[in-house]
């Protein structure tokens, strides 16, 4: 009786497996931690170019569901991701500022929040009947909520520094996966191609990449590890 229940239990999972390979459409949800890392093409500060900075960021959690059209070895996916990235850079005020004292640091914080939705095509570079390894690449638009976003300044002399954000970040999405049956795990690069930032107010009200004042001109990339199940 226990060696009957031993083999139908292992039918009814390689059943599932197979049934699992042989689906058109699948959908899924996942979660996972991301970290931003942010490629700074600029950085002056009233004029003056800095170039002892450093970069920090910290590790964030991300949440997404998906769609999958499966064919053969082949497939498309799409996405909705909910992406919270935070960073800073960080240099000393003495670089800019004559009357700072060599301990000042200055500190850019930006804080992004944003929807992500990526179109995929990926390529099974194993596919069996209970595991598969695949590789995929593909364009994400990242929807920022302006609202939940942000970005802070210490030891910046400007007053009332705003930054205007754009709305709509791009980058391209280049990572692999591995499923065990219905269980995924999944690692991708994130590379941005657009600037995270349109410009700054300040309190002489001028909007421009080129502001003598302030200039950060970087673009963000990301790379996350996420597990989640496919059904």
């Known amino acids: 009786m226990k060696r009957t229940l031993t083999f139908l239990l ?11 390979s042989e689906r058109k459409l699948n959908v899924g949800a996942k979660a996972g931690f991301s970290s931003a890392t942010y490629s700074v093409l600029a950085l002056r500060v009233d004029g003056k170019e800095i170039t002892d900075y450093t970069t920090k960021s ?9 769609l999958r059209y499966n064919m053969g070895k082949h497939y498309l996916q799409t996405e909705a991701s909910y992406d919270i990235n935070h960073y800073s850079v960080e240099f000393p005020t003495l670089q800019w500022y004559q009357l700072a004292k060599s301990t000042d640091r200055t500190v850019i914080n930006t804080n992004l929040t ?3 939705v990526p179109l995929i095509y990926g390529y099974h570079t194993h596919k ?5 390894m695949s590789f995929y690449a593909g364009p994400k638009v990242n929807f920022v909520l302006l609202s939940q976003s942000n970005n802070n300044y210490k030891n910046v002399t ?8 754009p709305p709509v970040l791009l980058s391209v999405v280049m990572g692999y996966g591995i499923n065990i049956r219905n269980l995924f795990f999944d690692f991708n690069f994130q590379i941005g191609i657009n600037q995270v930032s349109h410009g700054f107010i ?11 004042d302030i200039v950060f001109k970087r673009r963000r990339n990301d790379i996350c590890f996420s597990a989640g199940f496919m059904f």
């Open 202 to 212: 300040t309190k002489h009200g001028v909007v421009t990449m080129d502001h003598n």
């Open 128 to 132: 069996e009947s209970f595991y598969g």
């Open 58 to 66: 910290e590790v964030s959690n991300y949440f997404t569901l998906f």
């Open 114 to 116: 944003s929807i992500g």
């Open 158 to 165: 400007q007053d009332a520094i705003v930054e205007h954000i």
């Open 10 to 20: 292992m039918l009814l999972m390689l059943t599932g497996a197979r049934a699992q």
